[in-house]
């Protein structure tokens, strides 16, 4: 499911992005940087057609915009298709002024929308159309001017969530079936790596709490309170001396090492044995699990695909050998690609990835 995290937490970044931007520039700030359109006139609106409303499913707990309308704004005479920074299919958020306060989309927003069409060469100047989730408010005699902001591509959102939606409800086929037993979509190795440094520094927190482990520091500082001042000062010399050395950190490494085995002597009290031996059994049940995926992952890829015509398949594996300019490698990859269910090609830059890939 975290799936649907990142993609809920990615959503909610690019909205607070805009936020953040919102507050801390100015409306003729962002116009100049073609990120707003402010002091809009409303052209016309009207109703959406039946086939211009959304045939997609809003996500649960949205609302369904089925009252939607198409609504037509002049855009200023300075605008042109080169300056403009808006373009189709763009999520826009609309606001308007209330009162003497300035339209602002975090206070006053009406609704929000997506661009459909822009017209540079219209006659009567410059227009905007926007599909909009909601409705505008009546202006027969077009006294309201409005303000008109790029926003986070909702759309998008809603189409990623969907998909994922349709994957966890459809019948897995066996590509599918390899896709959750190679465990794509894990959570990334970096973030297992920093989780584990963080479950450290708690475990050894909570021991040096308990007196059952001093810190490395503490024990540096016990060994240098150990020695005669003029022991210190010889220590501290050579450390000097010798601090641009290719062996000192390989030294500082070892007596690290050494400092972590004496911990380790000191950790024999049984609460802690068996926290130790509980988490190398799970360690261990984790492993092979994994090792179990993997190869069922492997049997999978590898796996010859039916109902393939075998002698169009050889006469294919005949043209690709005698292609020209491709090496061993890639040929392999195009002959493994005809027949294999998964065929991952890979190499660093340069080496034809994508030329072999098409």
């Not at 300075?78 to 209330?98: I, K, L, Q, Y």
């Not at 210190?232 to 490494?253: C, G, H, V």
């Amino acid at each position: 499911c975290h799936f649907f995290m990142l993609l809920t937490l990615e959503h909610l970044q690019e909205v607070q992005g805009l936020r953040s931007r919102w507050n801390f520039r100015t409306v003729d700030e962002l116009e100049s940087f073609g990120l707003c359109f402010k002091d809009l006139k409303m052209e016309q609106k009207k109703k959406k057609r039946q086939d211009q409303r959304s045939k997609e499913a809003p996500l649960p707990g949205w609302p369904r915009m089925e009252d939607g309308e198409e609504v037509m704004f002049h855009l200023p005479g300075r605008v042109t298709e080169e300056n403009c920074r808006f373009s189709a299919n763009e999520s826009v958020v609309v606001s308007r002024p209330f009162g003497t306060r300035a339209a602002n989309p975090l206070k006053s927003r009406l609704c929000e929308g997506t661009v459909t069409r822009i017209d540079f060469f219209s006659k009567c100047g410059p227009t905007m159309t926007v599909s909009m989730n909601g409705t505008m408010p009546e202006d027969p005699w077009k006294q309201f001017t409005y303000r008109i902001d790029q926003y986070a591509n909702r759309t998008t959102y809603q189409r990623q969530v969907t998909a994922l939606l349709q994957f966890l409800t459809t019948q897995h086929n066996k590509v599918l079936t390899m896709l959750v037993a190679a465990g794509v979509g894990e959570v990334d190795e970096a973030v297992k790596g920093e989780l584990q440094v963080i479950r450290e520094r708690k475990r050894r927190q909570k021991l040096k709490e308990q007196g059952l482990l001093k810190g490395l520091a503490e024990k540096w500082q016990e060994k240098l309170h150990a020695k005669s001042k003029e022991e210190q000062e010889k220590s501290k010399a050579a450390l000097l001396a010798s601090w641009d050395d290719e062996s000192f950190f390989e030294e500082e490494d070892a007596n690290e090492a050494e400092v972590e085995k004496e911990m380790e002597t000191e950790e024999e009290d049984p609460v802690v044995k068996a926290a130790k031996e509980q988490a190398a059994k799970e360690k261990a049940a984790k492993e092979a699990h994994a090792q179990e995926r993997k190869e069922e992952a492997l049997a999978l890829a590898s796996e010859d695909l039916p109902d393939i015509d075998q002698e169009k398949l050889a006469a294919l594996k005949e043209e690709v050998a005698a292609l020209p300019k491709h090496s061993k490698a890639q040929k392999d990859a195009i002959t493994s690609a005809m027949s294999k269910r998964l065929t991952i090609v890979q190499g660093p830059p340069g080496t034809g990835k994508t030329h072999t890939s098409v």
